[in-house]
Structure formats: structure tokens, C-alpha cells
């Protein structure tokens, strides 16, 4: 069985614009890359739990922050690598300035025999839904057009 993740896409309305919370992974690999990194915050679940708790659960390791509100189950999208997302929607507020995520050892430099301890998230921020298909993972963007199509007026 491939993969599975759980996520939260939160999203929120300034002067009728909709804007969507979106992290960026932390660690030196990715700390140039900008466009296609960002992601819903979201994390792999085991096959006995429940999708959506594990969303929640992992929205609060990677930002540090709880969400709640009536959750939207989305399309299930599936990544180059096998792996499956479950995402939900939820109106609501992030305060994306005060991230704190949880951290985890990496090898780096790749195959040196040396550790060191990164965040697994370095950065949240909000964007209108055009700027966050330009940074989101592509295969992301069809839970951002997903949102879009439900919440036309």
C-alpha cells in the first residue's frame, strides 16, 4: 500500500480575495527553492488512524498552531512518488510570523556521517490563490483549484 498523508489547506478572505496558508519545508536542501516547495501543512498517518485527526495532529507539529472549524474534505491526489494526500479545507486564521515546528535529525552534508537538527517546517505564509500555484507542490495545485470551485460565490 502506498504512503499516506494527511493535510489542512486553511484558507481566509481579506477584502473578498482568497488567500490559502501554505509552509515551506525547512533544512538546507530546500532552503533556495521557493517555487513548487511550499506545501499544505501535512504529514504521513498509519493505516489504523484516523485521516483527519492526523491532519489536525500534524498541522499543530509543523506550525505549532491548532485549527478548527467545519473541515471540507477534498480531493484524494496522489505525488510522483506513490505517495496519497487526504486534504481538508477550513476557514480560518494562521498567524504565519510565529511558526514553530517540530525538528528532526538529517544527515547532511548526504552520506557524511554527520547529523544535524533542522525544522521540518521553516516558514508558513498566506498568498492569493494564483501566487500559490506558482510556489506549491504541482501536484498540490489541484487542491487549491478544488477550493476554488467550492467556494465560488
Known amino acids: 500500500m502506498p504512503k499516506q498523508s ?9 477584502n473578498n480575495e482568497l488567500l490559502v496558508f501554505l509552509v ?3 533544512g538546507p536542501f530546500w532552503a533556495k527553492k521557493d517555487g513548487g516547495a511550499w506545501s499544505v501543512p501535512k504529514g504521513e498517518y498509519l493505516d489504523d488512524e484516523d485521516p483527519l485527526s492526523a491532519a489536525k495532529r500534524e498541522f ?3 506550525t505549532g ?6 473541515f471540507i474534505q477534498l ?8 505517495k496519497v494526500i487526504h486534504c481538508w479545507a477550513v476557514e480560518g486564521d494562521v498567524d504565519a510570523d510565529n511558526i ?3 525538528i528532526f535529525p538529517i544527515e547532511w552534508p548526504y552520506k ?5 537538527d533542522i525544522p521540518e517546517v521553516d516558514k508558513g505564509g498566506w498568498f492569493d ?3 500559490a500555484k506558482e510556489k506549491i507542490n504541482v501536484a498540490q495545485i489541484a487542491l487549491l483549484e478544488e477550493l476554488v470551485q467550492l467556494r465560488k460565490p
Open 6 to 14: 494527511a493535510g489542512i489547506l486553511v484558507y481566509k478572505y481579506i
Open 24 to 26: 515551506h519545508p525547512g
Open 60 to 62: 499543530h507539529e509543523e
Open 65 to 70: 498552531q491548532t485549527i478548527d472549524g467545519e
Open 75 to 82: 480531493s484524494t491526489i496522489k505525488l510522483k512518488s506513490g
Open 100 to 102: 514553530v515546528s517540530n
Open 112 to 116: 557524511s556521517g554527520k547529523f544535524i
Open 129 to 131: 490563490v494564483e501566487t
